[in-house]
């Protein structure tokens, strides 16, 4: 019996079978393992390879981990490793390389450096302090691959040391770390500190790094102007201590009520009554006082006592007002129409002091987080 003829149709479905059959997976793409090898884990068994950029030209140095590590803490590195692993178990070629090597051009190498050491409990290798910048730049890698959770226990040591020192460096640089790690003590603290260098007399907007940031600045500025207006208010009250002396309300005579003006025919002496003075001539010690301090008036913040231009901080006219003492003066012959004065004079500075020492100048986290007032309890404790 002669064979049956093939028809054309099962001729090309045959064909495309055989295509599919005999293609080959696709091939892993070239990875070349560094000459330099920085073993974080000696027994790890993953490189990370990372481009460290000089004025020469660019190279790679790997960074030895355990995959199960990294991804246990972020779950960025838990799919990069699944995608290689899946990559290998589909080829067929044959490879010398026993380890996974996932290479990371754009990432920041002093970062990662810190950031695998953290994340693989190598206490013993990291520093005791680093720069505002680098810890900047910790923050955002660790938000990249979702692990700020899993680093941030590593951190407080260094937003203390910053704290701690006599020149931290750049403060905003610090209050954007603090907020990417959501610390929340170290960002209240660091704002305030910010808050208290810029100018008593002009706006301040520090410059955000990233789109995130942005709108922090935008507050913090906010927060700046909130603060200057508080410290005129502030003044104000301590001055009008003094003015209230010098008013026609204030105005009486010795062995008469305030609001009392009896005539020469009213006395018993049958002379003019005798004004009081003691009042009005404590309020010119105090007034004097604060002039000395360069507490007010408001001149005194731009210009020196030599007339020069001077740009004075929040911080300095704060720590002016928080050693700042009442001025000694004899009231003695004060009569009962002025004895409160004497007390006011004393008990303002007093509140104003217990005031700055209370108050949060900066800004809090949880509130910042939640638009306005966080309803909750608040990690840094402050009034609302």
């Not at 997976?25 to 974080?40: D, F, G, Q, R, S």
């Not at 799919?79 to 044959?94: I, N, P, T, V, W």
Request: glycine share 4%; charged share 25%; hydrophobic share 35%.
């Amino acid at each position: 019996m002669s064979p049956r003829p093939v028809s054309p149709l099962e001729d090309d479905r045959s064909a495309k079978r055989s295509k599919i059959k005999t293609s080959p997976p696709p091939p892993l793409p070239t990875v070349m393992i560094p000459e330099k090898v920085a073993e974080i884990v000696p027994d790890g068994d993953t490189i990370l390879v990372l481009s460290v950029r000089s004025d020469a030209a660019a190279t790679s140095i790997g960074l030895r981990v355990s995959s199960h590590a990294l991804s246990l803490a972020s779950s960025v590195f838990k799919g990069e490793f699944a995608k290689l692993e899946a990559s290998r178990s589909q080829s067929q070629e044959e490879t010398d390389i026993p380890d996974l090597v996932l290479t990371l051009p754009c990432d920041d190498m002093p970062a990662m450096l810190l950031l695998c050491n953290i994340l693989q409990l190598q206490n013993d290798k990291l520093p005791a302090r680093i720069l505002p910048s680098l810890l900047l730049r910790l923050g955002a890698l660790a938000g990249k691959y979702e692990c700020v959770m899993a680093a941030g226990r590593a951190t407080s040591q260094w937003f203390d040391s910053l704290y701690s020192a006599e020149e931290p460096g750049n403060i905003w640089d610090i209050v954007e770390a603090a907020y990417l790690w959501d610390e929340a003590i170290f960002f209240a603290r660091f704002t305030s500190i910010w808050v208290r260098r810029q100018s008593l007399t002009s706006k301040s907007m520090a410059p955000a790094t990233t789109l995130e940031t942005q709108k922090l600045a935008w507050v913090l500025a906010e927060r700046l102007s909130v603060v200057q207006v508080l410290i005129r208010k502030e003044i104000d009250k301590l001055v009008e201590t003094c003015a209230l002396t010098f008013s026609e309300d204030a105005t009486h005579y010795i062995d008469y009520a305030p609001g009392l003006s009896p005539t020469a025919s009213e006395t018993k002496s049958g002379r003019p009554p005798t004004p009081c003075i003691v009042d009005s001539e404590g309020a010119k010690e105090y007034l004097g006082a604060l002039r000395n301090a360069r507490i007010w008036p408001s001149t005194c913040w731009t210009k020196s006592k030599e007339g020069q231009a001077i740009d004075t901080k929040v911080g300095e006219l704060m720590e002016k007002i928080k050693l700042f003492k009442e001025p000694p003066y004899d009231d003695t012959n004060r009569c009962d129409g002025c004895a409160y004065v004497k007390i006011q004079f004393t008990e303002e500075p007093e509140h104003v002091q217990q005031a700055y020492g209370k108050r949060l100048w900066g800004l809090c986290l949880d509130c910042y987080k939640a638009g306005g007032i966080n309803p909750g309890e608040c990690r840094y404790q402050h009034s609302k």
